[in-house]
C-alpha cells in the first residue's frame, strides 16, 4: 500500500502464482560473458557479484522493517532475499530451497552471511549441503519464521496487518531499533551497549 506524499515505513514483499519465487532465472548464466581465467575477468566477476549482493543489501539497510510474505517455493535467490528480510511470514505449504547446491554452485548473495544469524549452524550445514527443503512447520519452529497462514490471502492480509502496526510506531524510533538489533547480531554486548549510547541521544525526543 502506498499512501502519496509519505515515506515509507515498513514493506512487505509478496508475490502471485503457486509459489514466492523460483530464484535467479539460470539462462542469465548461459548469456553471461563472466568468466574466471584472467586477473580482468576475476575482477568484474566481483564487481558483478557485489552489484546483485547490494540489491539485498538494500533491504537490509533499509531505515525501515522489511517484511516477506512467503508462498510455495522459496529457492536460491528467493533464500537470499528472505534472509535479508526482517521478518518472515509463510503459508504452511511454503518451503525454503538452498538451491544452488544442486547446481554445482555455492550460495553467494547473502544466504550464508545471514543465515548462520537466523537459524542453528548444523540446520545452515544440513541445507547448504543437501540442497534439501526446508519447510514452513519446521522454520517456524526454529525461529526463521514468524507466523504461518493458510492461504496466500490470508499471509498477504497478515502481513500487511504487521507492516500496518509498525507504520503507527515513530519511524524514527522504528529506524533505530532496526539499526541497534542488526548492530547487536554483529557484535559484542559491551560493543553493543557502547553503539546504543551513542545512537540514543541522537534520535531520543520528548515530543
Known sequence: EIVQGLEARALVLSSTGPHF?????????????????????RKAFRAKLEELQQTFHALAEA???VIAAVQ??????GVDMATACCLRYATR???????EINLGMM????????LPKQLPEAVVRELG???????????????FVNGLFESHETLVE???????????KAPVAVAATKEMVSY??????????AYLNALQPGIFSIE
Not at 547487536?184 to 551497549?193: K, L, N, Q, T
Open 107 to 114: 550460495a553467494d548473495v547473502g544466504t550464508f552471511n545471514r
Open 158 to 168: 497478515g502481513a500487511l496487518a504487521v507492516a500496518r502496526r509498525i507504520a503507527a
Open 184 to 193: 547487536s547480531r554483529d557484535h559484542s554486548v559491551a560493543e553493543s551497549f
Open 72 to 77: 510455495g517455493g522459496c529457492i536460491g535467490g
Open 129 to 143: 549441503y543437501t540442497g534439501d527443503k526446508l519447510g514452513a512447520e519446521r522454520a517456524e519452529r526454529l525461529g
Open 21 to 41: 519465487t523460483a530464484g535467479m532465472d539460470l539462462s542469465v548464466f548461459a548469456q553471461s560473458t563472466l568468466g574466471t581465467a584472467t586477473v580482468a575477468e
Open 93 to 99: 505449504d511454503a518451503y525454503f530451497v538452498i538451491q
Open 63 to 65: 531505515p525501515f522493517p
